[in-house]
């Protein structure tokens, strides 16, 4: 069974930043793609940036240049930069992993941005 541990979710104001991590445990064959989606309410669930295991990263439109993605082996977790909020990030922010084995999702953290 694998499990995945979100954090650093919260409230900041516009401009601000906030470091999310995804950590992630259990039975793990192989990690392949790591990546992070959102939902705000009454929308539906987006993604906001994944990164491969050789290290490509892909970003939604709306937070590139503010957002960065980045991946530790070593230590299974995924992290997610986010610089520059705007109120419209506002939303749950969810951690996906796909392995050789497993399609697993966390259990989502907020991320409220104030104006």
């Known amino acids: 069974q694998v499990q995945l541990v979100e954090s650093g979710g919260g409230l900041v104001q516009a401009g601000g930043s906030l470091r999310l991590s995804c950590r992630v445990s259990g039975s793990i064959f192989s990690i392949q793609t790591m990546g992070w989606y959102r939902q705000a309410p009454g929308k539906q669930r987006e993604l906001v940036a994944f990164?491969?295991?050789?290290?490509?990263?892909n970003y939604a439109y709306s937070v590139k240049g503010r957002f960065t993605i980045s991946r530790d082996n070593a230590k299974n977790t995924v992290y997610l930069q986010m610089n520059s909020l705007k109120p419209e990030d506002t939303a749950i922010y969810y951690c996906?992993?796909?392995?050789?084995?497993?399609?697993?999702w966390g259990q989502g953290t907020q991320v409220t941005v104030s104006s």
């Open positions: 990164i491969t295991s050789g290290g490509t990263t």
């Open positions: 996906n992993v796909v392995g050789s084995d497993f399609d697993s």
